[in-house]
């Protein structure tokens, strides 16, 4: 059985000609092919070769969503190191201190602003390479292999860390084996979802790609038949979601309070009738819930451990973590991802933290 690397890479080949990514400027989409990001993909493998970057070395991500940075991320774990993708708009201080922790060799930024402000808060930070600096090279590199590096299941392919909302961030170390079951479970319920279909799914996406679920949702659409396309300007998310109509897209529950408050806050500017009507509406509605007309698929992540050797259980996961599909009458679904981690596979640990718990 191919792993999730080998898996993905075949899949954007055989999309050659296909949309598979897509930005949402304005009122029009900048695409992809496969092919055209298998070669954005190429340039960065080609890039950490000639750098000296070594396989199990890690190098951090730090850019908003894009294209590119999806690019970025699946290059670096096809060339065996690990990849640390980090929030843009989070604290220099906080995004310092988590690089000291997992101490990439490589930095890879979308400007240099923000490099800049890495720099301030860790003088001692390593090389910072702009996006650009790699994507528009000028000179001639060998054509590497659409394959990705050999890997073994322990290998480990990224670190993602914790927010630290509860604390000191933590780096959760996942690996091949890790990732690769993930993404059979995930592909499995998203085939329940859209049942018998000839067309890709069509895929919303707007948080952040360090976000874990995030990591997940990009690396499902890129093992599937989909077209993934992304949020540029939060400000302009509800246009987006029409021009974009997805079949589903991944949420969080601060979007929907945000929609909620909105509308609430927008029919209170109303005349009284208006706001009466609202009420009405609004109880009807909260009746209707009792009775459930939205689509529920909970997805049963049955733990699997992929441990190295000389490794052991650190922890003991859940037995199960649900990924619940919402689908609403419309077609279009919202997937919320609970406890993503905790429950699907034996997780190694939290880097530089092995004596506590990765659930």
């Known amino acids: 059985m191919p ?13 050659d000609g296909r949309v598979v990514l897509r930005e949402i400027h304005g009122d029009h989409f900048v695409s992809f092919t496969g092919r055209e990001f298998l070669d954005q993909v190429q340039l960065v493998r080609s890039f950490i070769r000639s750098s000296g970057v070594q396989a199990g070395d890690r190098c951090a991500l730090l850019a908003p969503n894009s294209i590119r940075w999806a690019a970025f991320h699946l290059a670096i774990m096809a060339e065996g190191v690990i990849v640390v993708p980090l929030y843009s708009r989070q604290a220099p201080a906080e995004l310092a201190a988590m690089m000291k922790d997992c101490q990439p060799r490589l930095i890879f930024v979308c400007d240099t602003a923000l490099g800049e402000s890495v720099a301030q808060a860790w003088p001692e930070a390593p090389l910072r390479v702009l996006f650009n600096e790699v994507l528009c090279a000028t000179t001639p590199q060998p054509r590497i292999p659409d394959a990705p590096n050999p890997r073994q299941d322990s290998d480990i392919v990224t670190i993602v860390y914790t927010s630290g909302t509860s604390g000191e961030p933590k780096g959760v170390c996942l690996n091949v084996g890790n990732l690769t079951h993930m993404l059979s479970c995930t592909t499995e319920r998203l085939d329940q979802l859209m049942g018998a279909t000839h067309e890709p799914d069509r895929v919303f996406h707007y948080l952040p ?3 874990a679920a995030s990591t997940i949702l990009l690396l499902s659409c890129l093992t599937r ?12 998310l509800a246009d987006e979601i029409r021009l974009a109509s997805p079949n589903y897209f991944l949420n969080v529950p601060t979007l929907l309070e945000r929609v909620r408050r909105g509308v609430e806050d927008a ?16 109880t009807a509605w909260q009746a209707r819930r009792a009775r459930p007309r939205t689509r529920h698929i909970v997805a049963r992540f049955r733990a699997s451990a992929h ?3 000389n490794s052991r259980a650190l922890w003991h996961p859940l037995a199960r973590a649900h990924m619940r599909f919402s689908a609403a009458r419309s077609g279009n679904a919202a997937i919320f991802l609970d406890a993503w981690h905790s429950g699907t596979t034996s997780v190694r640990a939290y880097r530089n933290h092995r004596h506590l718990y990765a659930g």
């Open 307 to 309: 441990l190295s050797k």
């Open 267 to 282: 029919i209170g500017k109303r005349p009284a009738p208006s706001r009466s009507l609202f009420a009405k509406a609004r």
């Open 209 to 211: 790609f360090n976000f």
């Open 225 to 236: 038949e989909s077209i993934l396309t992304l949020s540029m300007d939060l400000n302009k």
């Open 3 to 15: 792993n999730f690397l080998e898996a993905i890479l075949a899949q954007l080949k055989r999309a």
